[in-house]
Structure formats: structure tokens, C-alpha cells
């Protein structure tokens, strides 16, 4: 079988193929390639966790926490692999998305607040964060509306209307948590699922125009003063290098002072002397960067574009479109993730509360994506069934 | 579970699969992208940025230089000082702010308003910063905060290096105080080669002003990590990332080594008890200040660590005046003290030989005008000894009368170094005043008057001198004519105690006198205090040549029927000022002393007895061979056969009677006294409208 992606692989062969993926056995026959990328951006993750939860402040030593989390999300990923097959998730889809909808719903009566949002729901010591799950179940909701769906010229405005109330109600209720860079997320992925399943050459202008002009008047209106705050600041940090701009300044400090080679584990001055605002959770890749350099990030960026491009051939592979939407969602909310928070770190864009898979520290984050990459296994696995 | 024609749709999508790698592409690509751009290209800036984040430049104070006495007692030193804080947000974060105010309230004993209102106060600054709350805790104190320190978040004591004067207020005027530098001083000191930035300190007053530049060090710079709210971090020290060559050691300040001996001061303030007033003692073998004090004083302790406006304000409001310098800001009229000058001039200008003799009948007049002499009924028949002994205010008349003018007796004092600054090494010194005719033309316009000239004779009118004057004129005298400079600095040393730079005796003025007039001169000295009718017999000291002249000056001036009122009935505001000046021994005299009693009656009272004590512990201590116990008891017997004096000395009549002629007839108007010479002096001083008068 080939290995490589080249442009030249006949069509009918799997292409972008990077790992072998048949055997004679069935455990061997399995595709692990997934969980063993998975396993190691949680190393990558972990080991930089320890660098910065060394710092004295209230993270210190948090990465046993997160060792614990990634305990569950290894079991709950067993489940999945082994006792499901990724169609009975087409069953149970509307379930799935209309409990989480209802936890949604719940945070802002039983939910207890931090940071000043309200996003958390507690089972006694155990305090989970619905939008994150949410994330998944819109995915799995998305996959099972489009399943039967055969418009193949492009969507219209009226045939995306379900969708768009799908995705919008919960993206909403996650909004006036507030949680903004969840509730973008959900946007960005249901949008770049949009944009792969067609939308009608029409239908995209007006909603460019549209959006266009809703940016302003939503900057205006929408938007609490902190948000505005934060879009001034990455318009330009030095207008309060002190106050809004302080965050993105030194997190940019942080990730240039890295240079080529980093100052090295746990040395990072940035973040082990507290210049850098919630160095254990978005601004994970700050403390990566400052103590690995240039050298360490883009050994991470390459991981990262393994376990795309792998999932990717996953989607390209499934024999079914529900399985090749669900992973191809999957992969948005991963690729997401990791775009804006880089390019929040770095300054490419506003801040914006968005963890990066695997490395930021957070219970919730972690077992969703450890939930996805389960699903991944599951439709590149399954796929040799039929 | 494929449905019907799904292959068909797997397909079409399929194929838009390169779309979605060309995206991610592009999404990676961008943040690589970026990743060169802020760590390869403008890695060195960032890493710059970073390190000028972390790394805090922080003074070393250096330590200034100590001061010591002749005898290498310590009287200035550094001393650890604990002085307590709060970090507002630390106590903020606690959320216990009353609580913590109210334990810290009991254990400082101060109020908790008080503490609240400091901490409103700092609220424009960031408030992790620390905010002082209190100056200089007791070692109870210190100990409490720390074991309470747990249930007070926020509080912490800081040690600081304070200066400390280790004997109070015993020479405050003369070693002075250091103060933060202000914004006022600033740009004056920074055209000096030495930078000052403010929170510096530097001297305000005394000799910690005037010798700044040698007792200042030069602040170094340490380099510490700090963490994003400035707190340095002690923790990382071995992994410091500190380039240590860009640390700067700090250079301590010299010490001093005075001339001044700690025990005359010591004796010289028990001799003042609470009187108001000054004494100077001078060697006049060099110059060299023995002792040098103004009272009542101030600790400069308390000044240099910020005085509290209440006892800054009692300072000023006290009527004895504690911040004025009684030594040399402060001039006074010297009353006779002053007729040794008269008698030089007289015997000099040569209308008087050693055999002159004047009658006094206790009064003369010239025109309508009786001038009195302090004995009402006269001394008789007298020479300028025995004038001087008695203080016969009618013979040094009669030597003014002789005199061409006042400018005779002028010429003289000035040849003598009165009337202008010794320049001694202390801010502040008044020149004092000896009257002309032509400064009284100047001054207000008006002709000198004859009758002034015998006012001057004694010492009064307008005549003015400073303490130090007096005992450099008494000095020059006792060593034989050699006018030196007053010094105060013996030595300037290293930190390590290398002496660096040793002060020689610097003479101004050598006296143009005749040999003989000396002797006269120290003869009438002499006589005032070991002759039965000296006017300061009493302070005799038995086996210890002791040679001097009293004089007291009339503070107000006193209708005629009041003139014999005694001194002690009066409000002590219009008591009389008592002088006196003098040296021992009569033969190769080792020191010289002069005494400044405000509002103490007399001379030979309130001021001799101050000069006595001093002049005692000097001699017991620097030649106990001749003066210790058993030698002095031995020469005392000695004496007492070879002089045939009486072993208990008659108490001379009661000097208190006073006369001041120009308080009896006024026939001209009074001029205005003096201005006060030093309009722009910092201190508070007082011009008093003096009236001299005698004994």
C-alpha cells in the first residue's frame, strides 16, 4: 500500500495514506495511528504543563489534575473504540445534541461562575463545562442533518436555516455565558463545513455582504465593553501597553524571546515569573515557545499537521457521509482550536478564551478532544467491517 | 449503513478534499509563518523585552561615612532601623483589611484611623507597592509583627541602615542632620560631578551638610529578578541568568575624625542642665575645637528619618529656640568680656601704660550724661590690672576718653578677629558687629556721638560677637598672640580607618602686641578668678591656673529705678544674659573657653561655672601628671603657704547691680539696633534688642 501522499496515487487508492493500515489480525488490522499522535501531543502537552504549573501561583502543580483527566479520557476512548460502532451515534444524534442543549440551558441556573462567566456545571468535586461537549454534539447534529441531505448544487439561504438554528442556539447560549471564543469556534466549524458541503455562489455573496455589514453594528452593540477592549488592543497593544494591551504584548514577548532554540525547560522568564496571564490554559503555547523556541514550535506544528492530515485521510477513507461528515467536523474543531489560539498567542488575532488541543490545561477540553479522536479511530476502524 | 446513491455523493466530496488540505495548509502555514517572524526575526528584540522585563536595577545604598570624635569615640553611625509596611493589595486580597488593621493597631499602639488614613492616601500609587506606616518599630514591636505575621497578610517589616547620632541631641547644631533630597535642591546638586536623584539623602545641616561630598558614598547596582508584580525573587538565585559584571559594588563614604572630645561635650551639656545658651572651647596651641555646643538642642536622629510635624512645630515654637546655633549664627553683645580689647587698644594706642591709674567714684558724665560703673560706689584709684579683675566699667570710660575715637578701639578688635567670620568650617557663620564711625554714617546716616564710645569700651552699644569669636579672641590671647583658624575635622579616613588626608593648624593673623601687654592682660585675668576680689572668684579652681572674664548684658532695657532690681525677680524673657571667656593654664595655656548664658542672671553665676566644669575635665583628663588628684592636692598646699591666700575664698559682693547709663538720661534718639545679618539663613533666629550692661 502506499504510504506517501503524492498527487500521482490513482484516485481509487486511499491517498495522503501515512500509515499502514492493513494486517492480518484484527487488533493489527486496527488504525492506531490516531491515538498514538494523540498520545504523543499529550506528552508534548504534559511535560510543558510541568514547566508551567512550576510557577508559584494558584496553577502550581496542576498537571497531575490533568494527568488524572487524561486517566478518564482514556477510558471513556475504550468505550468507544471497542463497544460502539460510530453509526449508532447517527441513531442518538438529536439526543446527544438536545441533552447537552438542556446542560447548556442548566449552566445558568445551577452553574457556578469563574472568571466572571458562568460556565461550569458541578457533580460534587467533578465540574464540567457543557460548551465544550457542545462543540462534539453540534458536530454529530450537523452530521446527521447533512447524512440524508442531497443537494449537491449549493445551499441556499432557506436550506441552511435548520442548520443555522442548530448551530445558532447553542452558540448563542454559550455567548452569554459569556464564552465568545467557544461560541466562535462553533461558528468557524459550522461554517467551514458549509463551505465544503457547497453553498450556492448566490447565497455566499449576501451573506458576505451581510456579514460584512453585521461586524460593525455588532462591534457596536453586541459586544461588552472587555470584548471591545480586547479588539482595540489587537488592532494595536501598545494603546495600554499596561491594561487590555498587557496580555498580548507579553504573550508575544514570551513566544519571540524563545528565539531559535528556547531558553530552555522550566526556563522560560516569562512565564515562571508570572509576566504572562493564564500561562496553564490559553496561553499554554507561550510557555511552550519561550522555553523550546523556534526549533520546538514547529516540531509542534508538524505534529499537529500529522494528526490533521491523518484525520483528514480518515474523513477522505469513510465509507459512508455520515462518518466523512462527522470526522471532517471533528477535524474543524480541532483545526480551529488550533488556529486561533496560535494566532491569538502570537498576535495574529484578538484574545480570545480558546485552548489549545492537548497541551492547555482543562478537564473538559481535554476529554472532548479525547472523545473526538476516539470517534476518528472508531470511523477509520469500522470502516474495514463492512 | 449506506443509503441508496451515497457512493455517487462520497465521490463528488471527495474530490473536494484538495480544497480542504490546501486550507490547512495555508491556516499552518500562516502561524509558522509567524513563528519566524517573531522568533527568528525579531527574536533578539523580544528576548531583550523579556530580560528588561525581569531584570529590575536595584541601589545598593552606600553606607555613609561614620563620624568620630578626637579620641575615636563614634558619635555618627549607620544602624539597622525596622520600619513597618503594607502591600495594599495583598491586604486587599485578603479580605480581612479591618481585621488586620485592627491587630496591627494594638501592636504598633497606633490608631486604626491613623493606619487607615496612610493607606487611603497611597491609593495613587500601584498598590503592590509597599506603603509605610511606621518609622523605626521597638525590638517588642519587631517581634510581635513577626509572630503575628501569618494573620496579617500585607504587613511585613522592612530593615533599613539609618543614621543614627549615638549621643542625642548633645551636638545637634554642630555634626547636624541628612534629609531626602528635594525637588528644590535638585537641579542646584546635579550640576556637581555627583548625580542626586530624589529619595537620596544628603546633609541638611551642620557638618553632615557642609563635608557632603567626603562623607557621601557613591551607590552601587544590584540586578535581581523580579516577577510580574516586582517582587524579587530570591528563590531562582542559583539559577540567576544575571550577568554579574554589569553589577556595581557600592563605594562607602570617608569617616571623620573630629577634633571635638566627646567628653567635654558630655561635660559642657550636664554643666548646662536646662539653661539656654552655647560654649565653645578651642586649643590655642592650634585651633583645634574641643568642644562646641548650643543649647537647648534637637536629636538630629529624629531629622534624619523624617521629624513628625508636631515636634518639628514645638521645636519652633520653644521660646529658647533649639534649632538656632548659639555658637556662631547667634551673635550677642559681649559686655565685659570685651574690655581686654579696650585695654589692648588703650595700652597699644599708648594712653594708658601698666601704671595708669583712674579714680572711679562709681559714676562719670559726659555732657548731661552719667555713666555709671557696675559698683555703685566706686573701686577708687585702679590700673588697667586690677581693672579688669574688678571689671571697673569707669576705667575703660576713661581709656575711650583718651582714645582719639571709637575707631581706636575698633581698629583693635578687628586686629584682634572680631567683627568678621572666623571661617570656621560650618554654614551660617555671623560675622558679629564691631561699630565705626563710619558705619554708623552708613548704617543711619547719623554722627557718631562721644558718649557711644564709652558704651563700646564695655562691650555694649552696638558692639556683637558669636561665642566662637570670643573664644578664638580669648585663645589668641592666652597663646601669645596667634589668631588660628577654628577647625573642626582633624582627619579624613577610609572606610578600612586608613588615614587619607591629616589638618594642620592654620594660623589667620599673627597680634602685632607688645609682650608686656599680654602679661597685663592675662594678669587681670588671672585676677578675676584667683584673686578674693575677683568677680569670679568663686569658681576658683584650686591648684589649676585658671584665668578668665565674666560679663553679663542687659536683655531689656531698665528704667532707672530698676536698675538695682534683682535679676531673679524678673520674667525670665528680660533676665540678663551672662558671658564668659576664658583659659587655662595662665602659663602655657592648653585651652580656651567661652560661655553664652541666655537669661541666666550673670556671668560669674550662670556662665562661669559651665566654662569652669569644662575646663576641669579637660585638664584631669589630658594631663592627669599635673592636675590628677594627688599632684593637684600637694600643689594646692603648696600654694596655699607660698601665696599666703586664704583657704576659703571671700564671696566678691554681689555683682548683680546693674547700670546701664544709657538707660538714665537720653538726650539724642536711640538708633535702630542692627538688622539681623542673615535675612536669608534657614534656621529661625532671633534678633534680640540687646542692652548691654555690666557688672
Known sequence: MSTHSTMETPQDQPRFSLSNSTGDDELSRYNWTMISIE?????????????????????????????????????????????????????VAYLIYFLNLLLLVAVFFVGKSSLGAQRW??????????????????????????????????????????????????????????????????????????????????????????????????????????????????????????????????????????????????????????FLPEHHTDFIFSVFSEDWGFLGCAALLIAYLFFLSNGVQIAYQSHDKFGMLLSLGILMIFFWHIVVNMGMVMGLLP????PLPFLSYGGSALITAMLGVGILTNIANKKFMF | MAFLGQEEQIRELQDRFKFLYAAMFLGLGILLGRMVHLQLLQGDRMRMFSEENRIKRVKVAAPRGMIFDRNRRLLIDNRPAFDLEIIPQYLRESKKTEAVIAKLSKIIKMPEKEIQEILDKSKSQASFLPVKIKNDLTRDEVAQVEVWKIDMPGVQIQEEIKRTNLFGDVAAHLLGYIG????????????????????????????????????????????????????????????RLVDPTLERASVPGKNLVLTIDQDLQLEAAKAFGDKSGSLVAIDPRSGEILAMISRPSFDPTEFSRGIPPQLWQSLLNNENRPLGDKTIQDHYPPGSTFKIVTAIAGLEEKVIDENTKFNCPGVIWMGNRAYHCHKKNGHGNVNVVDAITLSCDVFFYRVAQKLKSVDDIAKWAFHLGLGKKTGIQLARETAGLIPTEEWKKKRFNQVW??????????????????????????????????????????????????????????????HQLSPRTYELIKQGLWGVINRPNGTAAAQRLPGMDFAGKTGTVQVMRIAADKIYQKCQNMKYKDRHHGMFAGFAPVKDPVIAVSVIGEHVCSGSGGAAPIGRAVIKKYLEKYYPDLYGEKVLAARIKAEGKERGLPAKIKQVEEEGVTVNADSTVRTEPVPAPPAPPHPDAVMPQESENSEGDDE
Open chain 1, 39 to 91: 498520545l504523543f501531543l499529550f506528552f508534548i502537552g504534559i511535560v510543558n504543563l510541568v514547566s508551567a504549573t512550576a510557577v508559584e501561583d494558584k496553577s502550581q502543580g496542576l498537571f497531575k489534575t490533568q494527568l488524572a483527566y487524561f486517566g478518564v479520557g482514556l477510558v471513556l476512548t475504550a468505550i468507544l473504540i471497542f463497544l460502539f460502532h460510530y453509526s449508532f451515534l447517527s441513531r
Open chain 2, 180 to 239: 531626602e533630597v528635594n525637588t528644590v535642591e535638585l537641579p542646584r546638586l546635579n550640576k556637581k560631578a555627583l548625580k542626586y536623584k530624589l529619595g537620596d539623602s544628603i546633609g541638611k545641616f551642620g557638618l553632615e551638610q557642609q563635608l557632603e561630598d567626603i562623607l557621601r558614598g557613591i551607590d552601587g547596582e544590584r540586578l535581581v529578578e523580579v516577577d510580574a508584580m516586582g517582587r524579587i525573587k530570591l528563590t531562582r538565585t542559583k539559577n
Open chain 1, 351 to 354: 484574545i480570545v478564551g480558546v
Open chain 2, 449 to 510: 556721638n562721644g558718649g557711644e564710645s564709652l558704651s563700646v569700651a564695655i562691650g555694649q552699644s552696638f558692639v556683637l560677637t558669636t561665642g566662637l569669636q570670643l573664644a578664638n579672641l580669648y585663645a589668641s590671647i592666652a597663646n601669645g598672640g596667634i589668631l588660628y583658624r577654628p577647625f573642626l575635622v582633624k582627619e579624613i579616613e577610609s572606610y578600612e580607618g586608613q588615614i587619607l588626608q591629616h589638618f594642620k593648624p592654620e594660623s589667620i593673623d599673627r
Open chain 1, 121 to 274: 456545571i458541578g457533580f460534587g468535586p467533578v465540574r464540567f463545562q457543557p460548551s465544550e461537549f457542545m462543540k462534539l454534539s453540534m458536530v454529530i447534529g450537523l452530521a446527521k442533518f447533512f447524512e440524508t441531505d442531497r443537494t449537491t448544487s449549493g445551499y441556499t439561504l432557506r436550506e441552511m436555516a435548520l442548520p443555522a438554528l442548530l448551530v445558532g442556539v447553542p452558540a448563542l447560549l454559550i455567548m452569554a455565558q459569556p464564552d465568545l471564543g467557544t461560541a466562535m469556534i462553533l461558528l468557524l466549524v459550522f461554517g467551514s463545513m458549509m463551505l465544503f458541503l457547497k453553498i450556492e455562489t448566490r447565497t455566499l455573496l449576501i451573506i458576505a455582504v451581510t456579514v460584512a455589514t453585521a461586524l460593525p453594528l455588532a462591534y457596536r452593540f453586541a459586544l461588552k465593553p472587555y470584548q471591545k477592549q480586547r479588539v482595540i488592543s489587537f488592532i494595536n497593544p501598545m494603546a495600554d501597553p499596561r491594561g487590555s494591551g498587557y496580555n498580548s504584548i507579553q504573550s508575544m514577548i514570551a513566544v519571540g524571546s524563545g528565539q531559535l532554540t528556547g531558553k530552555g525547560w522550566k526556563k522560560g522568564t516569562q512565564s515562571q515569573l508570572n
